[in-house]
């Protein structure tokens, strides 16, 4: 199979790609794959296969998520810093041109959606949706490409969409939540304990009621934002590698493969663009609920 250096199984194969490279603890005694036993007290070490993964529990790493997503962080302060020392008051051309398109964009969505008053939403809302792009974009590289390298460099796991890691975008998805809570407190005061426990009915009886409702649909502001960017590059991806694996099954599907392979990569230009626009509309729609003190 394409990207293994050894036979692989098309189910060995797809798992091979949707692991991340785990850093965590192992607990004491617990059998390797390689028939070592870890002393008592465990051992910190990076996993190899499954089952380590699953023996380190919660507080494993996946390094290849973290160093992935805030490498391509310093790659956008790079060039928009790069851009803005750059900019004139002449006519802009080429990536200055582009940055600024970008910029002007995210503006007007912000102009549009926002009805408070808050010099951090805009700046908010660029990093996002640039953040969120190219984590995406990652999606468009050869599937075998990266990981297949990193092997031959003794790399076993590497995940490069750091958006089809639920522990990214749901990180990112919480800083939301902890900024929707720290503006509805500090705009409404006592009136956000108010909006939790006097909506949708205006009667204290209905306090638990209310509040059980209001609750809800607060938590799920979050997790929908975060299993939905999940959700959807987590589908991309795995069809991709789904296409990849017909490679594998003889000279006559390496053409069809080829193709949907092509097509999927352009068709997933506008998924992983549309992606990164609904995480950055959601986002400031919340924190425009949150500024809504009427």
Same mark, same amino acid.
């Given at each position: &199979?394409?990207?293994?250096? =050894?036979?692989q199984t098309v189910s060995e194969y797809i798992v091979h790609h949707l692991t991340n490279l785990t850093f965590g603890k192992l607990p004491g005694g617990f059998e390797r794959a390689d028939g070592s036993i870890v002393a008592d007290g465990g051992?910190?070490?990076?996993? *190899?296969?499954?089952?380590? $993964?699953?023996? &380190?529990? +919660?507080?494993?790493? *996946? %390094?290849d998520s973290l160093i992935w997503s805030?490498?391509?962080?310093? $790659? +956008?302060?790079?060039?928009?810093?790069?851009?803005?020392?750059?900019?004139?008051?002449? %006519? @802009?051309?080429?990536?200055?041109? #582009?940055?600024?398109?970008?910029?002007e964009f995210v503006d007007g969505t912000v102009r549009d959606t926002f009805h408070g008053r808050n010099p951090l939403v805009a700046p908010l809302a660029l990093t996002i949706f640039v953040w969120v792009f190219l984590m995406n974009l990652m999606d468009l590289i050869p599937v075998d490409v990266v990981p297949h390298?990193?092997? #031959?460099?003794? %790399? !076993?796991? /590497?995940? $490069?969409?750091?958006?089809? !890691?639920?522990? $990214?975008?749901?990180?990112?998805?919480?800083g939301v939540f902890v900024l929707m809570i720290y503006y509805s407190?500090?705009?409404?005061?006592?009136?956000?304990?108010?909006?939790?426990? &006097? =909506? @949708?009915? =205006? *009667? @204290?009886? +209905?306090?638990?009621?209310?509040?059980f409702m209001e609750v809800v649909g607060l938590l799920a502001k979050p997790f929908s934002l975060g299993l939905r960017l999940f959700?959807?590059?987590y589908?991309?991806? &795995?069809? +991709?590698?789904?296409?990849?694996?017909?490679?594998?099954?003889?000279?006559?599907?390496m053409l069809p493969a080829a193709l949907? /392979?092509?097509?999927?990569?352009?068709? *997933?230009i506008l998924v992983i663009t549309l992606q990164a626009f609904i995480f950055m509309v959601l986002t400031v729609v919340y924190l425009s609920m949150a500024h809504e003190d009427h």
């Open positions: &199979m394409a990207g293994s250096g =050894n036979e051992q910190w070490t990076m996993a *190899h296969g499954a089952n380590e $993964i699953a023996a &380190m529990g +919660f507080n494993a790493l *996946h %390094v805030i490498g391509l962080g310093v $790659i +956008f302060c790079w060039l928009f810093r790069s851009v803005a020392k750059k900019a004139s008051s002449g %006519v @802009p051309s080429g990536m200055i041109n #582009l940055v600024e398109m970008v910029v390298t990193l092997m #031959l460099a003794g %790399v !076993d796991y /590497q995940k $490069i969409v750091p958006s089809t !890691d639920p522990n $990214i975008t749901m990180g990112m998805a919480l407190i500090k705009v409404k005061g006592f009136g956000f304990v108010k909006e939790l426990t &006097m =909506n @949708p009915f =205006n *009667h @204290p009886v +209905f306090i638990p009621v209310n509040l959700g959807n590059m589908a991309g991806e &795995m069809i +991709f590698i789904l296409i990849a694996c017909l490679f594998s099954a003889g000279v006559m599907w949907l /392979q092509i097509g999927w990569a352009i068709f *997933h």
